[in-house]
């Protein structure tokens, strides 16, 4: 019975801000500041970069409390891991829950279907103490669903994603790159759009990553993951919030040691200095911000696409509402997403190009259509708009 009541509980909380800080959309940095670089200049350089929340884990409870008294007097905060989460779970809870600068536990990253359930044990009995933060598990993308097999246990992706979402966790969180030297992955839009009807079937937001450190692809010699442009960095984000995401998540934001995968050029280099990425990351957060509070807390109610119509998707073909025609012209294409936030509908069409512009021609049924630049401030709606490359164009369509 206590089991039951704990589960009722947090099923009833999932959805609530764990702080008013929490009316903005969380930018997060996957491999944030790390443990032996918590002094408050590294989390300075970090919120000007952009970000909110930082992940990392640390090496003791006393480390991890120290990273979010310095994230908290830089205006971020801390999604962290540390061994007394498992060990002392009482103490670690009783501890975090009193940091205003704690934004919640870091469980585990891209885990198989048994370290879900695992993972779901250690959070029970951190949630007997503390309710009132996130709990975090990160999921494998669907890169191919033979490989999703021998990687997770699950018999398919939505299987997989179905066992998350069955935690007690907040959000279901995925990690998918789609930008390579060999061209976009093919099957990006189809995780998406699992993603997106697993997430609306369980009633939890899902959030979303994008690509910040440039390294080598797995089992693909001659094709790696590029340095990121501001229009490849775009793509991702807004294709993302397009289909619902309710977090960005960067990978990464200091750079890991390069290892198997050859990592280098991440927005700070693993001693901590700025490479000419952070420029790039910090660009597009300063776009990201006024446009994400458009899209958090929305209620994304289609999305289809023109133009090219990837696996797993669907064309566009009942017009928007108030919207007499839409065509467009592009190499790819574009994502086209009809959302609901605060009694208004507005429309998201993406560039599905991150290296050309796009032309987005358009013709309304009345005056109520009117365009939104990125600054979310309201124009005059007209015949025809060129999109930049991996970019985006916004509509108040009533």
């Known amino acids: 019975m206590k089991r039951f009541l704990l589960l009722t509980l947090l099923a009833a909380c999932r959805l609530l801000p764990t702080s008013a800080a929490d009316a903005e959309m969380p930018i ?5 500041v ?3 670089q918590t002094a408050d200049a590294h989390f300075l350089t970090f919120s000007e970069c952009g970000f909110n929340v930082s992940l990392a884990p640390y090496p003791s409870l006393d480390q991890l409390v120290k990273a979010c008294r310095s994230a908290e007097r830089n ?17 670690a809870a009783q501890t975090l829950k009193q940091e205003r600068g704690f934004y919640g536990y870091y469980m585990q990253d891209e885990p198989s279907v048994a370290e879900i359930h695992e993972r779901q044990k250690e959070i029970e009995r951190l949630a007997t103490t503390d309710m009132t933060h996130v709990f ?16 997770t246990k699950a018999k398919t992706y ?3 994603l179905r066992a998350a979402l069955a935690t007690s966790c907040q959000q279901l969180s995925f990690d998918f790159y789609p930008v390579t030297t060999g061209g976009l992955r093919p ?12 997430s609306l079937a369980a009633g939890k937001p899902f959030w979303a990553f994008v690509l910040s450190v440039p390294h080598d692809v797995p089992f693909t010699p001659a094709t790696y993951y590029p340095t990121p442009t501001l229009p490849a960095l775009r793509l991702q984000v807004y294709a993302n919030l397009a289909y619902g995401a309710q977090a960005i998540q960067y990978f990464t934001y200091w750079t890991p040691a390069p290892g198997r995968f050859n990592y280098h050029d991440a927005p700070v ?5 700025k490479t000419a990425t952070y420029a790039t990351v910090q660009q597009m957060n300063r776009e990201l911000r006024p446009v994400a509070r458009l899209f958090y807390g929305s209620r994304v109610l289609t999305v289809g696409h023109l133009g090219d119509i990837p696996q797993g998707t669907t064309r566009q073909t009942e017009m928007p509402l108030n919207i007499r025609s839409l065509r467009i012209s592009g190499r790819r294409g574009a994502v086209v997403s009809q959302l609901e936030k605060d009694g208004h509908r507005y429309l998201a069409v993406v560039n599905k190009d991150h290296e050309r512009r796009m032309t987005v021609r358009i013709r309304t049924q009345n005056d109520t259509p009117r365009h939104l630049t990125k600054t979310l401030q309201e124009e005059p ?5 060129t999109v930049a490359a991996g970019d985006i164009l916004l509509f108040r369509l009533k």
């Open 136 to 151: 975090y598990i990160n999921l494998f993308p669907c890169y191919r669903e033979d490989w999703i097999q021998s990687a």
């Open 34 to 36: 790390p443990s032996w």
């Open 28 to 32: 997060i940095a996957f491999n944030g």
């Open 187 to 198: 099957t990006w839009y189809h995780n998406l759009e699992m993603v997106r009807s697993e």
């Open 158 to 160: 939505p299987e997989y």
């Open 269 to 273: 280099d693993m001693n901590g200095r």
């Open 75 to 91: 205006g971020v905060r801390v999604l962290g891991r540390c061994p007394e989460m498992v060990s002392n779970p009482t103490l």
């Open 381 to 385: 709606t007209k015949q025809s708009y």
